[in-house]
């Protein structure tokens, strides 16, 4: 079954469901690229379980600017995190849920919860799920401030898996880690894999040796070596972008994967944590070759052999790599099949969630169950 006649299917069987689910998105607040990912994430939930949107927007105006910093200057003298403003919209949640989910990109979105009435006690559980918050960040004034606001929560969980104990000792609820997912469907090349025409595909940051290096080989050879060019993080359309992005992934032949920050030690002390990439460049079957962090998180999740090609951070030499690599076509094409085996059968989106809702003691739905028979039938192609 196609992704577009298994998600007919789901909106179907979802029509008369009673929406059990309040899923609060940054999504009308911010379109920097490197939210897509999380975008992607309340929008897949929504195809599989009964989920209502709730999108908090900027206040415009002067005086909301005043407002805003007002309010922050308050919070930051008295020490009262319930004060901490975002700018937003004031709403009102005037439905009961069964689940409330906040997905923060950075500790910072914390203070928009402070701008929904109603939300705890509408809402039976509530789970907050932290992308990018380091265990250096936690000791900061401005950081545990908005993590005040994460005592209404009754679970915390962060794809920084070294930074759970110090937000648990910090706000005293029970944090897990639970790692980045991916939209498998749409980023599987099955059951028709279009041609791989780029050769190595680079996103975000990077080193400057190997980019260096790999410019110098598209200028002399015939090889399409694609890679950010211009300056600025905006989508447009951030449903664009990620089919953008994952037709562009299923098309390369090379993907470079590199742990999260890897060039910002000021900001993460030396922490070694598993970015979106890796998910995303597995799932889309590109080879990926790069610096993988040394953490629990990528020994658990990228276990299989040739998840990753390491290669030192200043590899001059990437072009002798490259072509060392394809002059093996067979180990290539194993690495491909084994990254989109792993991702549709451990990396879905419906895993991750499954795992929330084990924790806060809410049944799969049906649509859940039918998901994860199209990833394993999906796989089974692939294997074949």
Same mark, same amino acid.
């Given at each position: ?8 299917? @789901? ?27 999380? !975008? ?9 379980? !009964? ?27 008295? @020490? ?16 009961? !849920?069964?689940? +409330? ?20 006690? $509408?809402?039976? $559980? ?43 000792? +910090? ?141 030192? !951070? ?22 491909? $099949? ?30 859940? +169950? ?12 692939? @294997?074949?």
């Amino acid at each position: 079954m196609s992704q577009e006649n298994l998600l007919s299917k @789901n909106l179907y069987l979802r029509s008369n469901q009673k929406p059990r689910i309040l899923l609060v998105s940054m999504r009308g607040f911010h379109s920097e690229a490197y939210r897509s990912a999380e !975008y992607e994430f309340e929008d897949t939930i929504c195809t599989f379980d !009964y989920a209502d949107i709730l999108t908090p927007v900027l206040a415009s105006g002067g005086a909301s600017t005043v407002k805003k910093k007002l309010a922050n200057y308050v919070a930051m003298t008295t @020490n009262k995190g319930k004060f901490l403003s975002s700018g937003c919209i004031p709403s009102i949640v005037d439905k009961e !849920y069964d689940l +409330l989910f906040f997905i923060c990109q950075h500790f910072w979105d914390l203070a928009c919860i402070n701008s929904m009435k109603a939300w705890r006690e $509408k809402c039976r $559980k509530a789970v907050l799920w932290i992308d990018e918050i380091w265990a250096k960040e936690i000791g900061n004034h401005k950081t545990r401030l908005c993590l005040e606001v994460v005592k209404d929560f009754d679970y915390i969980f962060t794809t920084q898996s070294s930074s759970i104990n110090a937000i648990s000792n +910090l706000v005293q609820r029970p944090c897990y880690s639970l790692p980045y997912g991916v939209d498998t469907i749409k980023f599987c090349s099955y059951p028709q894999p279009p041609q791989r025409s780029i050769d190595i595909y680079s996103i975000g940051r990077r080193s400057p040796i190997v980019h260096k290096a790999l410019l110098e080989v598209a200028e002399r050879k015939n090889f399409l070596y694609l890679f950010d060019s211009l300056k600025g993080l905006q989508m447009m359309d951030y449903k664009e972008h990620r089919i953008l992005y994952s037709n562009l992934i299923k098309r390369s032949r090379y993907y470079i994967s590199n742990k999260a920050k890897f060039d910002a030690v000021d900001q993460t002390g030396g922490q070694e944590e598993l970015g979106s990439r890796f998910f995303e460049g597995a799932a889309g079957g590109a080879v990926m070759i790069g610096t993988p962090p040394v953490c629990e998180a990528y020994t658990t999740y990228f276990n299989w052999s040739d998840a990753v090609i390491e290669i030192p !951070y200043d590899a001059a030499n990437i072009a002798d790599i490259i072509t060392e690599l394809d002059a093996q076509p067979d180990r290539l094409n194993r690495i491909r $099949k084994d990254n989109v085996m792993n991702s549709l059968l451990r990396h879905d989106w419906v895993y991750r969630w499954e795992r929330i809702l084990e924790k806060v003691g809410l049944d799969s739905t049906p649509e859940m +169950l039918s998901r994860k028979t199209h990833l394993g039938k999906l796989a089974d192609m692939v @294997n074949s």
